[in-house]
């Protein structure tokens, strides 16, 4: 949520800041703003709005600007005061001479702005982050020195923060520090980076360092050096960024959207590549490391995570404990964390995370850990601070993924609980070995399948363009699909704005039936296999009730001709693997009537890609 840049070097600081926050679009967009230090003053430039805002306003002033070689930027995702110019980032004191970019939350912010305004301090935004540019500035007054300054503020400010800050009486340099907030150094010649996530910086370096928690870096164009709260300097560990800078193209791709979704069919051969080589070997799992015996022992497993990637967790639960016969409860996150409970050393408890920065799942997974269970984290960001947590951990390899919405990552989580439900069955010797092995060749053949879809889109277009109008949706399903429908109803609801909401196709009857007429389309997702006839009779009841009846099937059976007046037709696959495919369509049919609604495809309103307040 919110993402932060700064540069310090020989080019054109405002556009190296535009440029990184052009890819942290994607973390908030309500506001942004940049600080640059022109002729030896700090000046500030903030938009409302789009990042397309604050680019005008630079255009405009660009002559002036473009002196500028240092300096830091933000996009906002608001969670203290609304969106506006005041409460954009960067933030200032009294004297205007420093400026502050900050993610996360400041929790004890209300005590500190007392404080601060009692020393003379005068507020002009509604933000917690405020107090921070006030703190800095008056410890800076009594030290003169700009990273002790920022030390000295950290050790009275409580809760989340990556933050960065410049000011014009030390010239040519940044400071920057985290807690419990992501931040990483990018290195050049002669010139360096700071941002809150890598595609900030992929641009233009792949030679990277984490910071850690309160770790304090003091950057100038040739110098980096990091110290730790007490002072200490610690030791630069610089590494190289596996990230390619294509990844931020939309490579002709009207939405990252629809490229990401474009990309699963090797998105799935990425997750099964070096585990999963051909259908007779075991699946090798290198960064599990929970014991073999343990693993055999178990008794009960939690799953927690938030979204989308709850609805990998519910396929996850369903596989485990169909291959392992081991319990498994799936949990939102931000429900797991309070209450009292059931969690001990004989839990392994999984958090699903694509960002790794969720900040109640990141609690969640804490929790569990002080009650010694063992910690196995599903990320697509193994450098993330969720997988710092883990004992265990399964890479998704799915890439950046730019658009809000989640799609490939999706895919790569649900890739990996097969895989992780295989590797447990496999130690447990709890399933019969040819089911293993026919499952394993399903998996190594299912990008194929994904293409099919990919390339017969019409069926997908012609009925988003039907029932683009509609005002309402439901997708209904049932066993292992059940995730299936609440996935393609989120997916709707967050692009599109319409209210889509996914149930169990059993339940219908019990209550949501009532809203039943012809203004409500339902979708079900009609797989083959042991609830395929149950589905049936459940769309059955919901036709007799005028719904607007679509169907995605498997089946070429021909009765469902009558009863559905769309019918989305996908390759055969067997039932356990089916919500891997099944996925597919209903991401592009959320996708398509979005963009033939006009809707901001990547960047829904109010929404971030990664939430990390809870
Ligand atoms: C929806 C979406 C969100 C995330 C959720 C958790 O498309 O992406 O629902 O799944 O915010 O995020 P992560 O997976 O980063 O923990």
Redesign the pocket.
Known sequence: MCGIVGYIGSNTAADILLEGLTNLEYRGYDSSGIALNIDGKVQLFKAQGKLQNLKNIVQNNYAEISKSKIGIGHIRWATHGVPSIENAHPHTCNCGRLAVVHNGIIENFKELKVKLEAQGCTFRSQTDTETIAHLVASKFAQTKDLTEAVRLATKEIEGAYAIAVIHQDVEGTIVATRRNAPLVIGFGEGENFVGSDIPALIQYTKKAMYLDDNQIVTMTADSVKVIDSDNNPVALKIENLPWEPVALSKMGYKHFMLKEIHEQPDIVRNVLTGKLSTSDEPVILKEVTLDREKLKDLSRIQIV?????LHAAMIGKYIIEDFCGVPVDVEPSSEYIYRKTITDENTLVIG???????AD?ITAVRQAKKKGSHILIVTNRPDSTMAREADSLVPVNAGIEVS???TKSYMAQVISFYLLAIYMAEVKNSMPKEELTDLKHELVILPQKIEKILTNKDEIQKCARKFSSFKDFIFVARGINFPTALEGA??LK?ISYINATGYSAGELKHGPIAMLDDSMPVLAVLMKGKVYDKILSNAEEAKARNARMIALTDSEDEKLEELFENIIRIPEISEILSPALAIVPLQLLAYYIAEFLGKDVDQPRNLAK??TVE
């Open positions: 995570a938030c979204g989308t990637s699903v995370s694509q960002s790794g920065e969720t799942t809000v919405a989640a989120l997916k967050e990664s939430v």
